[in-house]
């Protein structure tokens, strides 16, 4: 489904991607993982055009991606932080998504909108709200268009547990339709019940793409954390 | 596009900054009609008020604009939009909403106190200096990712355009002032788009008589209907130029 062979960028002297080849297959579940600053979310905008890589390749559904824009449409992201302008209010900026995604023939998908109780304040304006609301109603249009593609930059960033665990659940209802989903988070016990793959990053490089329980059963670990944890100490005393 | 401005200029309508903008440009007009017993005295007066300030509020709100919208910029980028798309609809959002601000602040006063041609086109050169200074708003900010730089950046190209430019001409004047410079000063007025606009409005204002030799060759040269094309013309330059060097900027920015 998405398929990118040696993208390399440079933020100046830094390389935030170093010649770094993935292949994300539909039906899986990716943890995207690696200490701060470890080109997580360079990769991320890097799939949605919002990075242009200094060289490499990224093909979407077979398809070139550079300066093309409509395989987007397919693609629904949720930002680490998002911010929208001050004066609309939730129901205005959810009108303007539907209008920017028209043309999908399915009806928009509300149903986190719904059950985050988003519903009692769309009249309130996007300024007056919390953090952890305007991260609702990211979640909320990530899901909202059907994509065959989610991607999560820290969903649960900032979300009360009650709202992660809704979350959570969307996550797993939309995995098992047969979707690719990639979620950076560093509460790794969340990922636990969720992923099926583990990517891991640091400065730049892919460490590794395994399938979870291959994983744990390396480290002999049963948690995600540990298993990471494992890893990290051990790169460290590498160094 | 469409769907995009239209969400644009709700949002910038609604901005106090803008409000206030519009809310000053009334208070001066109104009042400096009322002082003056003779329209045509307050409509001097109007004109360099209107000369400074609308490029002055345009460039820096727009600047300051963009850069609070980066986020959101971020999210439509992620969106199936073209960021040619997105860009053209926040230039044309904020462009129009700016024009509404000063014809209904400026605009509906001079119609209500001087409806002649002068007051006409003071009106136009007062749109197309807010649509210039948008423009080279999306270039100051587009330039630098730094918000303080562009800022900067921009109040430095307001104040190379409303006072430093004059200064190097005069400079310039008088240091060959011992040839003919006329036609030389025609070609400089296009490098500014505030002197465009002031020429054509002095022109009409028929004072040109009081500047003399020169006043005489640029009346000959702006009077004349081919004149005030060329000077439309020279500021839609003016509006495209920037905006197609940030909008390349743009296309190649990473987000």
């Known amino acids: 489904m998405i398929v990118a062979k040696n993208i390399t960028k440079k933020f100046g002297k830094l390389k935030a991607l170093d010649d770094v080849s993935v292949t994300f297959l539909k039906g899986e579940c990716i943890a995207l993982l690696g200490p701060n600053g470890c080109g997580k979310t360079t990769l991320i905008k890097s799939l949605l055009g919002m990075v242009v890589p200094d060289s490499g390749s990224i093909h979407f559904n077979n398809e070139l991606i550079t300066n093309k824009w409509m395989y987007r449409s397919q693609i629904g992201y949720m930002p680490q932080i998002g911010r929208y302008p001050e004066n609309m209010t939730i129901a205005n900026v959810i009108d303007m998504m539907k209008d920017i995604r028209k043309g999908i023939e399915k009806e928009p998908d509300e149903e986190l909108v719904k059950s985050f109780g988003l519903k009692d304040m769309l009249q309130k304006k996007m300024r007056t709200l919390s953090g952890g609301t305007t991260q609702k109603v990211s979640a909320a249009l990530a899901f909202m268009f059907h994509p065959d593609v989610l991607i999560l930059d820290e969903p649960t960033a900032g979300l009360d547990p009650l709202s992660s665990e809704k979350l959570k659940q969307k996550i797993i209802q939309e995995k098992e339709k047969g979707k690719l989903v990639l979620i950076t988070s560093h509460i790794l016990s969340e990922l636990d019940d969720l992923i099926t793959e583990v990517f891991y990053m640091q400065d730049g490089k892919l460490l590794f793409h395994k399938k979870l329980a291959a994983l744990k059963e390396e480290t002999g670990e049963v948690k995600l954390s540990k298993a990471i944890a494992k890893i990290m100490i051990a790169q460290e005393a590498g160094l | ?255």
């Open chain 2, 1 to 255: 596009m469409k769907k995009l401005l239209k969400y644009v200029i709700v949002d910038i309508v609604q901005n106090k900054i803008v409000m206030i903008y519009t809310l000053l440009l009334l208070i001066i007009s109104l009042s400096v009609f009322n002082l003056e017993n003779n329209a045509a005295k307050g409509l001097l007066s109007l004109l360099n008020i209107i000369l400074i300030i609308v490029p002055l509020i345009c460039v820096i709100f727009s600047t300051i604009y963009i850069y609070n919208s980066s986020e959101f910029i971020e999210l439509l980028v992620s969106q199936p939009l073209k960021r040619r798309t997105i860009w053209l609809s926040l230039f044309s959002g904020l462009s129009v909403s700016l024009c509404l601000a000063f014809f209904i602040g400026a605009g509906i006063p001079i119609l209500l106190y001087n409806a002649d041609a002068t007051g006409f086109m003071m009106i136009a050169m007062g749109l197309f200096l807010t649509v210039v200074f948008v423009s080279i708003a999306m270039l100051a900010a587009g330039l630098t990712r730094d918000k303080a730089k562009g800022i900067g950046l921009s109040i430095l190209l307001w104040l190379y355009f409303s006072l430093i430019f004059d200064a190097l001409v005069l400079f310039f004047l008088f240091q060959f002032q011992d040839y003919p410079l006329e036609n030389i000063m025609i070609a400089f007025s296009f490098l500014n788009p505030i002197d465009l606009g002031r020429i054509q409005i002095l022109l009409q204002m028929d004072i040109s008589a009081l500047m003399g030799y020169t006043g005489a060759v640029f009346r000959e040269f702006f009077g004349n209907s081919t004149g005030i094309i060329l000077s439309f013309l020279g500021l839609i330059t003016w509006i495209i130029f920037p905006l197609i060097i940030s909008l390349k900027k743009f296309k190649a920015k990473d987000l």
